[in-house]
């Protein structure tokens, strides 16, 4: 979904994208319970960061003050609500030429923006996420999408496809092969490959994660259970 949404930005014009509105993010390395939880719940944080090549503090604010402001003229809101942009948000939305909300899920941003489209949740899609040790994992759909949702990465490639970005992918895979062809951490990855298993993003290889034990410590991986 992030690739598409980076190709899209990019077809209409626009450089600028990040998807890290709090500060959960910077917990994506952070043990919580010495053994798996991380204090970011978010499973494809590493994900993202790599996608979008983020750097350094958030940009989420500089963002909304930008169009705020008028430097930028739209608004692509994926998936968050109206808290989650607070005030500085409500001025963006306010100002912006045009802005367009995707996501699964009602919001106040239904009766704010100018273009709303539905999509699938996890459960409904296949794709895939990577997580903080930077394996990248593949999920299926368990159940069929709820009425006219699509996955996020057919709705945006479609728009891409619409404004002169090229065909757009006809699945899931064809969309990951185009991540993998235009993100150096994915380079050599496909939907076979990453299997039913996972694979390593590039630089992040580990060549044994031994099982965690019975006296689990912050960072450190206890002796398998006998």
């Given at each position: 979904d992030l690739w598409e949404l980076a190709r899209l930005v990019k077809g209409a014009g626009?450089?600028?994208i990040d998807f890290r509105s709090d500060e959960s993010w910077k917990g994506v390395d952070d043990l919580i319970d010495g053994i798996l939880i991380r204090r970011d719940p978010h499973p494809n944080t590493?994900?993202?960061?790599?996608?979008?090549?983020?750097?350094?503090?958030?940009?989420?604010?500089g963002?909304?003050?930008r169009v705020a402001a008028g430097a930028i003229c739209g608004l692509?809101?994926?998936?968050?609500?109206?808290?989650?942009l607070g005030e500085r948000g409500a001025r963006a939305l306010a100002a912006a030429d045009w802005s367009m909300f995707v996501g699964p899920r009602g919001s106040q941003l239904?009766?704010?923006v100018d273009l709303a489209l539905p999509t699938c949740v996890h459960v409904e899609r296949d794709g895939t996420f990577t997580n903080h040790a930077g394996r990248v994992q593949r999920f299926w759909p368990n159940v069929t999408p709820h009425e006219a949702s699509r996955p996020e990465w057919q709705v945006l490639s479609a728009i891409t496809a619409a404004l002169g970005g090229g065909?757009?992918?006809g699945s899931a895979e064809r969309s990951f092969a185009g991540l993998a062809a235009g993100i150096r951490a994915f380079a050599g990855l496909?939907?076979?490959?990453?299997g039913d298993q996972g694979a390593w993003l590039k630089g992040w290889e580990k060549p044994h994660v031994p099982p965690v034990g019975?006296?689990?410590?912050?960072?450190?991986?206890?002796?398998?259970?006998?």
């Open positions: 626009g450089d600028t590493r994900g993202g960061l790599e996608i979008l090549g983020l750097e350094g503090e958030s940009r989420v604010g963002i909304l003050d692509i809101v994926c998936g968050w609500d109206a808290e989650a239904l009766n704010q065909d757009a992918p496909s939907y076979a490959t990453v019975l006296h689990p410590h912050p960072g450190v991986r206890a002796p398998i259970i006998t």
